[in-house]
């Protein structure tokens, strides 16, 4: 910067990069529609696979929107903005973020088209979000209700998900445990249900196939029976759930003992004995038959737990012990001097098993079966892995389902009635705004366009079609993915909650009008470390 007097002024430190105006907007815009470009070619069912592959060389294979965004080293700033988003509509819906990702890529594309004709970034917000408060509105008017005990259209929900994954041949079976999950773990809370996803666990083991993978109503811990007297099988098992070490504890303090003869070795052997005979025995008195705890247990207090025919297990998470408090109905106790009979929880069966090469320990028939637990098997590691993020996003789907209570067909139906609606509305503006809403169509049309194109069919052609058959009043008409026509998709039973495409297309309008908003981004200069950090990893790679 320069003073009238001719002066310098210097603002910034020196390799501090500034970038303003048009050309900060369109590097943004740039930067947000090339990721947008690489998530296009994986969306829907004949989408394509990505193979990522980090620093490690650890291999990722999926078409998950939000794993390929986390798992893709991104540095871009505006780029990051489209990985926030893409967590944000993960979190909030569990599924959609292809949708919003490349909506907002689309919504960019359009708006750079009408700042060359020199239409203020301003206006074009405006329009995007008259367009998105009449799309909601016309979402929320054409949803089609669903309940909880619908299963036919809950599982059609689940398996719509399942089309786009690579596991969609055994989206038949994944969708029923999807719904049955669900189902089971869903609280009524007033008019409305709660579903806390949080109470279906997940447990992998590659080996068999994925149409093994099977729904335990109970919790499955991947872990074994601590000693190998005790049983394994233990039914009508009252359970006592400790946050305790049954093992003595190493003093905070350091100290030093000075022992003086073998005796006093062995008299602290025996004392450090009878605590842990003492706590086990307080156990026993409550009736207890099976110990499950967060802490450790010490070799003595096994032998003495097997003794009582007690089946323990140590080290298990804390997200575990709470699931099985929450099952069965136990209180997670602190102290074992402060258990009481009825502090411990109840399941029918306690029993380990071997899974594969592995043993693991089920509960089942648990008093309050409030958490489930998805045992999920494939032929490998990579395969296992993609199925568990198929299977999140499918019961994420039909949680919203059920939470939402309204339901929409897929395959670009639901997108070219909203273009539809924005249309008509578009003709009753006046002005540059009228400009910016026809921009939103075009985004939302691409939508359908790009499944077309995935699919291998003509995406201009489809297009056409589509509007025609929404002219005629058929809302429900979009794209067969297999043959390219325009047929009813709600009949074809592709059916998606409502919630994930009014949470995509409002994190998709949001990102793209908080990158229309930017019109200078100033990077500071890189610390020395970083510098010298890059400098050794460009020469390991010269190396």
Do not use: C
Not at 75 to 83: D, G, I, R
Not at 258 to 279: H, N, V, Y
Not at 477 to 491: C, K, R
């Amino acid at each position: 910067m320069v003073e009238p007097t001719g002066v310098p002024v210097i603002i910034l430190k020196e390799g501090t990069q500034r970038t303003y105006g048009r050309e900060a907007l369109r590097n943004n815009i740039m930067a947000v529609r090339a990721i947008a470009e690489i998530l296009k070619t994986t969306y829907g069912p004949k989408g394509m696979d990505k193979m990522l592959v980090d620093s490690l060389g650890d291999i990722t294979i999926t078409n998950d929107g939000a794993t390929i965004l986390d798992k893709m080293d991104i540095q871009h700033p505006a780029a990051k903005m489209l990985v926030q988003i893409a967590k944000g509509q993960d979190e909030e819906a569990g599924d959609g973020t292809k949708t919003a990702v490349i909506f907002a890529g689309e919504l960019l594309k359009e708006a750079e088209k009408l700042i060359d004709k020199n239409i203020h970034p301003t206006i074009i917000i405006e329009g995007y979000k008259k367009a998105l408060a009449k799309a909601i509105e016309t979402i929320n008017s054409i949803a089609e209700p669903v309940n909880i005990d619908d299963d036919e259209k809950l599982i059609l929900v689940a398996k719509t998900s399942l089309n786009s994954k690579a596991v969609h041949d055994a989206r038949d079976h994944l969708a029923r445990i999807a719904v049955e999950a669900v189902r089971a773990v869903a609280e009524k809370r007033g008019e409305k249900w709660y579903v806390d996803l949080n109470n279906v666990g997940m447990i992998k083991k590659h080996g068999g196939s994925i149409f093994d993978t099977k729904l335990v109503r109970g919790i499955v811990l991947d872990k074994e029976v601590v000693h190998p007297d005790m049983p394994r099988r233990v039914e009508n098992a009252k359970i006592a759930v400790l946050d305790a070490p049954l093992e003595i504890e190493k003093p905070e303090l350091d100290l030093e003992v000075s022992i003086t003869s073998p005796d006093l070795i062995r008299k602290m052997l025996e004392k450090q004995e009878k605590i842990l005979a003492e706590k086990v025995e307080k156990i026993a008195a409550t009736g207890a038959n099976v110990v499950i705890t967060q802490k450790g247990i010490d070799e003595v207090a096994q032998h003495y737990l097997a003794k009582h025919g007690i089946l323990a297990v140590r080290r298990v998470k804390r997200s575990d012990i709470e699931k099985i408090a929450k099952a069965t109905g136990a209180r997670i106790v602190t102290n074992i001097d402060d258990l009481k009979p009825e502090d411990l929880g109840y399941a029918d069966l306690v029993e380990e098993r071997k899974v594969g090469e592995d043993k693991m320990v089920f509960i089942e028939g648990a008093k309050n079966p409030r958490s489930v637990t998805i045992l999920i098997r494939g032929g490998f590691e990579r395969l296992v892995d993609e199925a568990e993020r198929a299977l999140r996003d499918a019961l994420n789907a039909v949680a919203d389902a059920v939470m939402d209570g309204k339901i929409t067909a897929g395959g670009g139906a639901l997108e070219a009635e909203i273009a539809k609606a924005l249309t008509d509305y578009a003709k009753t503006l006046a002005g540059k705004e009228r400009l910016a809403i026809e921009a939103y169509v075009r985004a939302l049309e691409a939508l359908p366009q790009t499944l077309a194109y995935n699919a291998g069919h003509d995406p201009i052609e489809v297009l056409m079609h589509l509007r025609e058959a929404h002219a005629k009043g058929n809302k429900w008409y979009g794209v067969d993915i297999e043959t390219g026509d325009i047929v009813d998709m709600w009949e074809r039973g592709v059916l998606e909650p409502a919630r994930v495409k009014v949470n995509a297309l409002k994190a998709g309008t949001e990102v793209a009008t908080l990158i229309l908003r930017i019109d200078d981004v100033i990077a500071a200069r890189k610390t020395e470390e970083e510098e010298e950090k890059k400098t050794k990893k460009e020469e390991g790679e010269e190396e």
